[in-house]
């Protein structure tokens, strides 16, 4: 099993970014899909999900949400997060990760797999 985030870099207060998130060595489009991110000297958080599938649900914490898009691409096994008005406290590592079912999608202990992390900085 694998996942490998990318597209992260440092960026501007108001820019974008997209991160990707390839995945393989498992049946991606049956599993519940998440983003999380990590600011220097806190603990992991929540950023958004989306269900397996269709990928037709799904959630963002709120200090994202209307901000951030998550979706899923099955036909390429790939997860995206198209990141828009960026801020500073937006800064961290941001990982992808998947288990299966969406009941604690929120919660980082509940998922199987996990990808090694890429760095977003944003700049004020």
């Known amino acids: 099993v694998q996942l490998q985030a990318s597209g992260g870099g440092l960026v501007q207060e108001r820019g974008s970014l997209r991160l990707s998130c390839a995945a393989s060595g498992f049946t991606f489009n049956n599993y519940v899909m998440g983003w999380f991110r990590q600011a220097p000297g806190k603990g992991r958080e929540f950023v958004a999900g989306?269900?397996?599938?269709?990928?037709?649900?799904?959630y963002y914490v709120d200090s994202v949400r209307g901000r951030f898009i998550i979706s899923r691409d099955n036909a390429e096994n790939a997860l995206y997060l198209q990141m828009n008005n960026l801020k500073p406290e937006d800064t961290g590592v941001y990982y992808c990760?998947?288990?299966?079912?969406?009941?604690?999608?929120?919660?980082?202990?509940?998922?199987?797999?996990w990808g090694q992390g890429t760095l977003v900085t944003v700049s004020s």
């Open positions: 989306v269900s397996e599938e269709a990928g037709d649900v799904t």
């Open positions: 990760a998947a288990r299966k079912g969406w009941r604690y999608v929120r919660q980082s202990r509940s998922y199987d797999y």
